[in-house]
Nanobody
């Protein structure tokens, strides 16, 4: 299973970006998809997660500004980021908790990071 993220970049404060992450590879069942971020010198923290039933969880710092959605047909998770602030600057990692068909356990998978820089 591979997670391929895209969509980072440089944006001015108050601007918007949309991140995408597509899961591919062996047939699998999705338990949770999400996004984490890691700023320089800080630990990796959860930004938002979403389950197949649509249940979402957001970090307090992004509530009302970020929206996580999925396209189940494409096994893709999106993160729409609006009203971006300099403190949102970080490497963003997509995350999937998945179970490959024929295996007994859910495992965590990570995509490569994508840099988001919010600066004027």
């Amino acid at each position: 299973v591979q997670l391929q993220a895209s969509g980072g970049g440089l944006v001015q404060p108050g601007g918007s970006l949309r991140l995408s992450c597509a899961a591919s590879g062996s047939n699998f069942i999705i338990n949770t998809l999400g996004w984490y971020r890691q700023a320089p010198g800080k630990q990796r923290d959860v930004v938002a997660t979403i389950r197949p039933d649509g249940a979402t969880v957001y970090a307090d710092s992004v509530k009302g500004r970020f929206t996580i959605t999925t396209d189940s047909a494409k096994n893709t998770v999106y993160l729409q980021m609006n009203s971006l602030k300099p403190e949102d600057t970080a490497v963003y990692y997509c995350y999937g908790n998945l179970r490959v068909f024929g295996t007994p356990m859910n495992l965590n998978y990570w995509g490569q990071g994508t840099q988001v820089t919010v600066s004027s």
